[in-house]
């Protein structure tokens, strides 16, 4: 893989950390306040959706870094040794984490008496959008176990091809 590229990729790859990690200090407690002074009954679930936010944006994080280290040894020309498959492990553990984060928001407005102002459709909507998304998030980490499926094999043909070679 051409170096510039990798160059190119790692540095959005921190651009997009450090944003990250941008909206866990300072944009979702600030956007959580104001939408606390907005609309007061809110205050009571303030604290765990800035939480279920906070724990999600850092599993977003961890993602990154396990993109940072297949891309580092995609530049190196050593995805298909058995030591990058903790990358993938990795990925796959912060998307099934993401997954979880999700489907506790999803419970969570489920079971929780949350007060609303208005009639409640907007409760209903992100119920059913947490819901969609829990689903999207297992598909996607199903979809990565079968890459690392198919990456495991394709690390042990390359091993049965040196000792032939």
């Not at 489920?110 to 409640?120: E, N």
Request: charged share 10%; proline share 4%; hydrophobic share 60%.
């Amino acid at each position: 893989m051409l170096r510039a590229l990798v160059i190119v990729l790692q540095a959005m790859l921190a651009v997009a950390f450090l944003g990250g990690l941008f909206a866990q200090v300072v944009v979702i407690p600030t956007a959580a306040a104001d939408e606390v002074a907005f609309i007061p009954p809110y205050e009571s679930v303030r604290v765990p959706f800035v939480t279920f936010a906070i724990v999600f944006v850092a599993c977003g994080q961890i993602l990154l870094v396990a993109l940072w280290g297949v891309l580092h040894r995609a530049g190196k020309g050593t995805v298909f040794e058995p030591g990058a498959l903790v990358w993938s492990n990795i990925a796959i553990g912060a998307v099934a984490a993401g997954t979880v984060v999700l489907g506790s928001v999803c419970g969570y407005v489920f079971f929780t008496d949350i007060p609303t102002p208005y009639d409640g459709m907007e409760l209903l909507g992100l119920w059913m959008g947490s819901g969609a998304a829990t689903l999207v998030a297992a598909v996607l980490a199903c979809m990565l176990l079968v890459v690392r499926h198919w990456h495991r094999h394709a690390i042990a043909q390359r091993a049965e091809l040196e000792q032939v070679v």
